[in-house]
Nanobody, 119 residues
Framework: QVQLVESGGGLVQAGGSLRLSCAIS??????LAWFRQAPGKDREFVAA????????SYADSVKGRFTISRDNAKNTAYLQMNSLKPEDTAVFYC??????????????WGQGTQVTVSS
């Protein structure tokens, strides 16, 4: 069993930055990913990182602006978000599971953290 708790969301102006954190407890060795869901839209993949951080993957919409990382010693994953745009506004979820960019690859999910980008 794995528990995930996100933090770091908030309100930021367009062009600003935020860093999300995902605290992980329980069984280790999973790939981690960030997904997001905007009001009225489906949940979408943002970024993923493999269990030993050797692989990363990003959605085209965030490439060059977001960076996913993890510190296995601290059992924490991060999503550094720069050059934020109003269209990045969403609830961001941390997920643990096998590697991939589909939500079906992930068995464990956090409760989400709200990110709001004002124009």
């Amino acid at each position: 069993q794995v528990q995930l708790v996100e933090s770091g969301g908030g309100l930021v102006q367009a062009g600003g930055s935020l860093r999300l954190s995902c605290a992980i407890s329980g069984r280790r060795g999973y790939a981690l990913a960030w997904f997001r869901q905007a009001p009225g839209k489906d949940r979408e993949f943002v970024a993923a990182i493999s269990s030993m951080a050797s692989l990363t993957s990003y959605a085209d919409s965030v490439k060059g602006r977001f960076t996913i990382s993890r510190d296995n010693a601290k059992n924490t994953a991060y999503l550094q978000m720069n050059s934020l745009k109003p269209e990045d506004t969403a609830v961001f979820y941390c997920a643990a599971g096998s590697w991939g960019n589909s939500a079906s690859a992930y068995d464990y999910w956090g409760q989400g953290t709200q990110v709001t980008v004002s124009s």
